[in-house]
């Protein structure tokens, strides 16, 4: 089954302490990318990978990193969490970027305390 | 930057009613997507737009993009409990790679 899958569901953390949401799409797919969506201002992008080795930043990048070594991983860090980044987070991959349909993982809600 | 601005941002519709939620972007977009996010889910594609004036249908949903290709407008007519969800657009912007997404509209349906 095609999919873009994500872990963890749900996290709570602490401020300053590491962490790393896996993101992994089995379709192929050359563009990969990190959304937050939070009340009332819809989907903000985070970061995109047009291929491995391929990053840039989004709308909303401070404060998080991400890496793609392989094509089918592409993994949000976030090295020193803050209660701003409070979230619900999603990653997308598409096959050749914006003009075609992305598929979304189910999602990564995670509370920083 | 480029930004996609989505009105409006709730819609609480009668069961069997019509409705209309409406995309602009500040400039130009080579394509615009449809999302539809039920609620607790993840957002789902509905249907891209390429071209000018172009009009797709989708059973009960309608889907328009502007002749300037700068607004894009659903309408889903005959409303179904089935149809609540938020329902964003989304357009390249800021660059050749981002995706902008508009804030979406939730829409709630009363029996």
């Not at chain 2, 007519?77 to 089935?82: D, I």
């Amino acid at each position: 089954e095609a999919q873009v899958t994500q872990n963890p569901r749900y996290l709570i953390t602490v401020t300053g302490k590491k962490l790393t949401v896996t993101c992994s799409q089995n379709m192929n797919h050359e563009y990969m990318s990190w959304y937050r969506q939070d009340p009332g201002l819809g989907l903000r992008q985070i970061y995109y990978s047009m291929n491995v080795e391929v990053t840039d930043k989004g709308d909303v990048p401070e404060g998080y990193k991400v890496s793609r070594k392989e094509k089918r991983n592409f993994p949000l860090i976030l090295e020193s969490p803050s209660p701003n980044q409070t979230s619900l987070y999603f990653c997308a991959s598409s096959l050749e970027g914006l003009n075609t349909e992305a598929f979304f993982g189910q999602g990564t809600r995670l509370t920083v305390v | 930057g480029q930004q996609v601005m989505q009105i409006p941002q709730y819609q609480h519709v009668q069961e069997g009613e019509d409705f209309t939620t409406y995309c602009n972007s500040s400039t130009t977009l080579s394509n615009i997507q449809w999302y539809k996010q039920r609620p607790g889910g993840h957002p789902v594609f509905l249907i891209q737009l390429v071209k000018s004036g172009e009009v797709k249908k989708q059973k009960r949903l309608t889907f328009q993009f502007g002749e300037a290709k700068k607004n894009s407008s659903l309408h889903i007519t005959a409303t179904q409990t089935t149809d609540v969800g938020t329902y964003f657009c989304a357009g390249p912007g800021g660059g050749d790679y981002k995706l902008s997404f508009g804030a979406g509209t939730t829409v709630t349906v009363r029996a």
